[in-house]
């Protein structure tokens, strides 16, 4: 069994012990540490800020929006956590719901299976680094075109090479189409309110 800390995002102030904590997991042999977001604290900082400090432990998000970024701004960032950890990022992702999304990041909520089969494929198309990034969309489509653009949108390929084109992707899914979607699409599941015994009693 490989074990892992799950720090979370912060409260009203940020905690006082986390980075106490991080060099405990990984003196104890720890497999991973990951951080979370919610509508205060980003995961990105704070798994940099503590992780720095590691040397083995696999560095995740526990998740990400999808709404927070860019399905391109999201691969720049895991794709430089992974060249600074050495190659120990996971990417855990996750589309969060309708009162975050329209409540706090003033996005819609549109078919989020569908957003989320999008954002994946042009994350690792930017890891790939094989062409320019392109999406014929209708959730995010690279180039921008249309009315209200200038016209002067291009294809581009990250100007970074990415230490892995297959940084891990765990999805955060709790219904059973998107947990489907992660089987077919994910390296991971990220459960929540997952008990082994209800598995098990479906399965028999």
């Keep these: 069994m490989k074990l892992g800390l799950q720090l979370g995002y912060w ?3 940020p905690p006082t012990n986390h980075a106490e904590l991080v060099s405990v997991a990984e003196e104890v042999g720890f497999d991973t540490m990951f951080t979370a977001e919610a509508w205060g ?9 503590w992780g720095r400090e590691t040397t083995r432990m696999r560095l995740g998000t526990s998740v990400i929006q999808l709404s927070a970024r860019t399905p391109t701004a999201c691969a720049m960032a895991a794709l430089t ?7 120990r990022h996971i990417l855990g992702l996750g589309v969060s719901g309708p009162q975050v999304v329209e409540g706090w990041y003033g996005q819609k909520f549109p078919k989020p299976l569908a957003r989320t089969r999008e954002y994946i494929d042009i994350i690792r198309q930017v890891w790939a680094r094989e062409a320019p990034v392109h999406s014929d ?3 995010y489509p690279l180039p921008l075109t249309g009315e209200g653009t200038t016209g002067l949108g291009k294809n581009l390929k990250p100007i970074t090479h990415p230490l892995r084109p297959d940084i891990p992707i765990m999805l955060g ?4 189409k ?3 979607l992660a089987a077919e699409i994910a390296d991971g599941w990220l459960p ?5 015994r209800i598995a098990t009693m ?3």
């Design 11 to 13: 409260g009203a102030q």
């Design 41 to 49: 604290s980003d995961a990105y900082t704070p798994l940099a800020w």
């Design 81 to 87: 956590l992974d060249h600074l950890s050495g190659g």
């Design 137 to 139: 969309g209708p959730h």
């Design 173 to 176: 899914a709790e219904g059973p």
């Design 178 to 180: 998107n947990v489907a």
């Design 192 to 196: 929540i309110f997952y008990s082994p």
């Design 202 to 204: 479906y399965n028999e």
